[in-house]
């Protein structure tokens, strides 16, 4: 109980400008404890994902692409072999394209060194004059330099050279594979030194880049080496940060709980002539609510709808989370009402959060009575809402309504979390039942919900906790 639930923490991705939401009819809660929850909604298996062949109907050209495996060794005089060999079989049947250049070049540069990777470019060129290499193919080349572990830009700097002799100055696309790779390699302080380089010699990144960048370096540098690389982006070369850039900066700091540098960037970002956004505001709120300051998330909440800013359902559900984690429970059911009056309707996060809250302050029952408000509106509960109600069953000592609860878990398959876990485990020995502790555990072990040893380490301090209580006496 109480953690942040996944479907409100931030994603920061070139996708931060697109607003999404989804809006599930419900309505307010009732008072009246309901029966426990019959078995009917609860999640469907996983179905297998058709490939796009599968999907139209027909099957890959074989002749299109080789196979994956083609190169078993990165030995380069097998390697020009297998070249030879198979463009000369495949020219029989029909004329190659570069495409499949490319994936033969690609195919041995995934286990080559880069100097082998050009080297059998060369052979492909001589021994095949059908063959004429596009920018795509020199950008495998630079895509597997950057992966390399070396410990300077020289590779690099050979891929590069090698495209310019051949008329391919780098473009932004170059720079963002290049940066791409290099991040993902994590060569993190390689990457910003070319970026710099590109943009000096050749070409600025797109804003894409840049924040891939900026997102890459708030992840693991300080945040002072951070704000210098934006610095040096806007004096050296004039790319400014643009609100996804901001965006992410704020998230960062939010993260590691910063929230007055995360305010004083929402007055620079008013100050760079951009308004702050849903996102920008949630993020912000989202770092208050973590911290169990929900007086503070309201005042931005009423910040935002000063500035002309309208709430999204992630808006409210950061809210009541906030409020509920805070024990501000009615002020956060409260909020159920304005939802709906801007056609944001309840989901599975914003019940499971009040839930949390009542089960929080010792009312399980009211948990259970907005279990079945929830069902009767056809919001489905998830794993997260039947964990939080079993372990406020258990915190409340409602042992018949949580094995009733457990059942249902059980019949739907889903797994234990790791707090509703001990406490379930943990009520049952206080009652001195260790056989149904023992099968909770089995059952725990056999959906996976934990590891065996984290399961057995819970049991296990729950039982040597009962012999303590026996031999004070205290046990039931």
Request: with cysteine.
């Amino acid at each position: 109980m109480g953690k942040f639930p996944p479907s409100m923490r931030s994603a920061i991705s070139t996708t931060l400008m697109k607003n999404q939401s989804s809006v599930i009819p419900a309505k307010s809660p009732t008072a009246t404890p309901p029966p426990l929850p019959k078995p009917h909604h609860f999640p469907k298996k996983p179905t297998k994902k058709k490939t796009p062949s599968q999907l139209s109907g027909k099957t890959q050209d074989s002749s299109s692409s080789p196979p994956p495996s083609l190169f078993k060794s990165p030995n380069l005089s097998d390697a020009k072999k297998i070249i030879d060999s198979v463009i000369s079989s495949t020219t029989a049947k029909a004329p190659l394209d570069l495409r499949f250049h490319n994936s033969l070049l690609q195919s041995y540069a995934s286990i080559s060194t880069v100097n082998d990777s050009i080297s059998l470019l060369r052979h492909m060129i001589k021994s095949h004059p059908s063959f004429s290499p596009e920018r795509s193919t020199y950008l495998i080349l630079l895509s597997q330099s950057c992966k390399a572990p070396d410990s300077t830009l020289a590779s690099v700097h050979q891929t590069l050279n090698l495209m310019l002799t051949n008329g391919f100055e780098p473009d932004q696309v170059a720079t963002d594979i290049a940066v791409r790779s290099l991040c993902l390699a994590g060569r993190i302080e390689h990457a910003i030194e070319l970026v710099k380089e590109l943009s000096s010699k050749h070409t600025k990144p797109d804003t894409y880049t840049y924040n891939f960048l900026v997102k890459h370096l708030c992840k693991s540098m300080a945040l002072s080496t951070v704000y210098n690389f934006i610095d040096d982006m806007r004096n050296s070369f004039g790319l400014k940060p643009d609100l996804v850039t901001y965006t992410i900066l704020i998230d960062n700091v939010c993260n590691t709980k910063n929230l007055r540098e995360a305010m004083r960037l929402v007055d620079v970002l008013n100050e760079e002539g951009f308004k702050p956004d849903c996102f920008v505001y949630n993020t912000i709120m989202k770092g208050y609510c973590m911290l169990s300051r929900g007086s503070e998330a309201i005042g931005v909440y009423n910040k935002m709808k000063e500035e002309g800013v309208e709430p999204d359902l992630v808006t409210y559900n950061t809210l009541i989370f906030g409020l509920s984690k805070a024990g501000r429970v009615k002020e956060a059911t409260k909020l159920l009402g304005i939802m709906a009056e801007k056609g944001h309707f309840p989901d599975a996060v914003t019940y499971t959060s009040l839930m949390n809250g009542m089960c929080r302050e010792g009312n399980a029952l009211g948990a259970l009575a907005l279990l079945e408000d929830m069902e009767a509106m056809g919001c489905s509960p998830n794993s997260c809402t039947y964990n939080t109600l079993l372990h406020g069953l258990c915190k409340s000592r409602l042992m018949v309504k949580a094995i009733e609860l457990y059942g249902v878990m059980k019949s739907g398959n889903m797994k234990l979390e790791t707090a509703a876990y001990a406490t379930f485990v943990r009520a049952f020995c206080r009652e001195g039942r260790v056989a149904e502790a023992y099968e909770v555990f089995d059952y725990a072990v056999e959906s996976k919900s934990l590891t065996d040893v984290a399961a057995y380490t819970t049991l296990e301090s729950s039982l040597k906790w009962l012999k303590k209580a026996k031999e004070q006496g205290h046990a039931i």
